[in-house]
């Protein structure tokens, strides 16, 4: 258990001090020097039950309270971060569509990436006890002296509100270049995002400024104190034995103090203390997503690879086994390395399966074979005539085989001659309750894979028809 922002450390300290007093108080009770368990009679325990109770409410009450501002503290200081970089991150989009020289477009992102790195970072000093230290803005030396200077001669609030000032001005100076050319219904949500980040600020100001309510405070402390002087004499009277009066008091003296130092750990969550928000941290974050903006495939539109799976009802089938970008990532070079190999050289293992059953197959044959195999096919095509050729591969697409060996779908892969295709099919069949396959538990990782194969050679398919 680790003892790094622990409470009971302090509590510990306070509650030895009043269980000592205890124990000691005990043994010269024992020893008649003071004479204090005559008034056990005296003592109502009704009384001293009633007063606990009331100090454990109080104490409960209030650190509900610093606990649900510790809450909003966080969370608005999270809010805000998330705002302001989303209209940062709207604003490097929207430069995208720029007619401007790049130049020009590349000088208004980083204006803005430096803009939102300080504004974020005055808004943490303002609202956090930093004392010497400074929250790091990225290449703050790259804002022009004057700026600098002007905002020198602000304090707090006023330097925050400076910096959005210039945001803001840079934003509408933009528009009216045309830099920044979205529709205003659009560009409107930088202006919003500004303002909710502004708004989030504003209240983590008033828990900053205007502080948990004094009285609760005060009770808490004087009604603790009470119970520490009055614990040792009660335990004088209600124990037998000196370890006994001592272990009492320890333990319910380190419970309430606990409590109580809690509550005034969280009440400000912004600091330098240990249980405080991670504020550099916060900045930090900042920094490296802002830096992220300026990366050149940040700005770039997103292609979809061309064997990509369009088909949704097989996306459908195969959503339960999806794999995650971290298995897909280590794997990428393996599988960019063996991906011919793994769909298309199938020749030997075909010639196989002919000589076995003593002769060449039909092309129905060898797609029902492959199917139950759940395996890519290579068939080879007889010179022909194009139209010929076509009428083919049109058969198996349009379903002129037998309905139980139709292909769903069939692709072909052209090796330049048109002299061998190379097919790769599922199969199913065209009952609606066989197609929709997706709550079953049987599906093998064949079907995966074949799935996977069919999608390979798609675009090899339309080359070769358009060759046709």
Sequence with gaps: MSLRGSVFPQAA??????SILSAVLKVMDQQDWIVLTKFAGQINN??????????????????????????QGASSACTMRSKMFEAASSLVAFSTMSKKERPEVDIFIHKVVRLFSLV??????????????????????????????????????????????????????????????VPPPILSRVFHELELS????????????????????QAASVLLGVYSISTPIIMVVWSTHPAVAFIIT??????????????????????QDVNDLPVFEFQEDMNASLLMLLDPA?????????????????????????????????????????????????????ENDDMQHGGAKSLEEKIQEKNERHMAIRVDVPEMEPNSLQAQLTALQGGMLPQQHKPHPVEAR?????????????????????ASREDSKHDSEHEVDQWHR?????????????RV
Excluded at 13 to 18: C, E, F, T
Excluded at 50 to 71: E, K, P, S
Excluded at 414 to 434: E, F, H, Q, Y
Aim: proline letters at 4%.
């Design 298 to 350: 940040a700005r770039e539109v997103m292609d979809l690879d061309p064997a990509a799976n369009m088909n949704v009802s097989s996306l459908i089938t195969l959503s339960r086994k999806f794999k995650s970008f971290s298995e897909v990532s280590q794997n990428i070079s393996q599988d960019l390395s063996s991906t011919n190999d793994q769909f298309f050289d199938v020749d030997s293992s075909v």
């Design 46 to 71: 009704a009384v001293f039950s009633g007063f606990t109770f009331t100090l454990g409410f109080v104490l409960v009450f209030r650190t509900n309270q610093c606990y649900n501002r510790f809450l």
């Design 414 to 434: 052209c090796d330049g001659n048109l002299n061998t295709v190379s097919c790769a099919a599922r199969m199913c069949d065209a009952n609606p309750d066989i």
């Design 250 to 271: 320890f333990v319910c003296t380190v419970a309430l103090w606990s409590i109580e130092l809690i509550a005034t750990e969280i009440e400000n969550p912004f600091g």
């Design 454 to 466: 069919i999608h390979q050679v798609r675009e090899a398919y339309d080359k070769a028809l358009s």
């Design 120 to 181: 974020h970072g005055t808004a943490l000093e303002v609202i956090c006890d930093a004392g010497h230290k400074e929250f790091p803005v990225l290449d703050i030396g790259g804002i022009p002296e004057k700026n600098l200077e002007c905002l020198k001669r602000f304090r707090g609030q006023l330097r925050v509100d400076m910096v959005y000032q210039w945001i803001i001005t840079l934003v509408t100076h933009a528009v009216d270049t045309g830099l920044v050319a």
């Design 198 to 217: 502004r708004v989030e600020f504003n209240q983590i100001l008033q828990i900053i400024n205007i502080p948990a309510p004094f009285p609760y405070a």
């Design 13 to 18: 300290k306070y509650a030895l001090i009043v």
